[in-house]
């Protein structure tokens, strides 16, 4: 069993900065693909971000591009995600995922897909 918790999530104007942090228990986080969601009030949730186990790969939303970068440190069991020129439409509760299975591709940008585990969900609010 892996257990996420997610941390960093704040209030900010936009413009500001946030960054999201994914801890991760368990011995074997080194082997998850992890990504990272977010779900605003009466929105559907929506893929942000998502990482190889190795880190050597990741995919972005096309709204986040060029502002969010995904990273991890498997020696910590952490997946960050850096958010840089903030907007209000980022607005929302962002969980972290994590991906048992060996195959990498684009169906872990499906925010359907059956991710293995979740966090509980961590608050951005950005101010205009």
């Known amino acids: 069993q892996v257990q996420l918790v997610e941390s960093g999530g704040g209030l900010v104007q936009a413009g500001g900065s946030l960054r999201l942090s994914c801890a991760a228990s368990g011995r074997t986080f080194s082997s998850y693909a992890m990504g990272w969601f977010r779900q605003a009030p009466g929105k559907e949730r929506e893929f942000v971000a998502a990482?190889?186990?190795?880190?050597?790969?990741?995919y972005y939303a096309d709204d986040v591009k060029g502002r969010f970068t995904i990273s991890r440190d498997n020696a910590k069991n952490t997946v960050y995600l850096q958010m840089n020129s903030l907007k209000p439409e980022d607005t929302a509760v962002y969980y972290c995922?994590?991906?048992?299975?060996?195959?990498?591709?684009?169906?872990?940008?499906?925010?359907?897909?059956?991710?293995?585990?979740w966090g509980q969900g961590t608050q951005v609010t950005v101010s205009s």
């Open positions: 990482i190889r186990y190795s880190g050597e790969n990741t």
């Open positions: 995922a994590a991906d048992r299975t060996p195959n990498w591709g684009v169906h872990l940008t499906d925010p359907k897909y059956d991710y293995d585990y």
